[in-house]
Structures are given as C-alpha cells and as structure tokens.
C-alpha cells in the first residue's frame, strides 16, 4: 500500500474538487444560458435511462451482500421488477414487485 503524506491527501482532493466543479462549469456555467442545437437536447433525454442501468447492474451481478458472488434471488428480483415494469409503465410498482420477489427468493432459497 502507498504511504500518502496529509498534504498529498488533500492536494488529491483539491484537485479533484476542482476538477469536478470545472466539468459541471462547463455545461452550467458557460453554456447555460446559450440555446443549445436540437440533437444535443436529444441526446441528453438519454442520459439518465444509460445511468441507471450502470447503477443498478452492478448491485444486481456482483453483490456485496454476498461476497461478490451472483445471486439467483437478486436475478430473479431484476427480473419481475423489469417484467412488473414493462406491463404496468409505473416505476413504483416494478420497485415494489421486485422488492416483494428478492425478499420471497431469499426466504424461499435462502
């Protein structure tokens, strides 16, 4: 493991601080006030429905609630919220029915 001076920490930190806030300047601060071109507005529709599968997939695949290891309770759990999901168009139910399906699967599996 690498020994890091405090003054290296939280040069790290700065620096990264600095660099995030420049990113998010970018679109807020310079541009925020300039009509953006149609196939930007477009693309950017998109941006939360690619975010959440990265955020979600993980979870599902390699949960941490097992080691990392695949879980057929947390597949069959992604699997009725997608289907419950796609039938009822209605977020609060697949959250719910995936829900009452992993909690169901770990009782009955174990």
């Not at 290891?69 to 719910?96: C, S």
């Amino acid at each position: 493991m690498i020994q890091l001076s405090s003054l290296e920490i939280w040069t790290i930190i700065v620096l990264l601080g600095a660099g995030t806030f420049l990113i998010r300047f970018s679109f807020i601060g310079l541009i925020g006030e300039r009509q953006m071109p149609g196939w930007v507005l477009r693309l950017l529709r998109f941006a939360p429905v690619a975010v959440m599968p990265g955020l979600v997939a993980p979870l599902i695949l390699w949960p941490p609630a097992t080691g990392g290891e695949t879980d057929p309770a947390r597949l069959l759990a992604a699997a009725a919220a997608l289907v419950v999901g796609l039938i009822t168009k209605n977020v609060l139910a697949a959250i719910f029915g995936g829900a009452v399906t992993l909690y169901a699967a770990l009782f009955l599996i174990g």
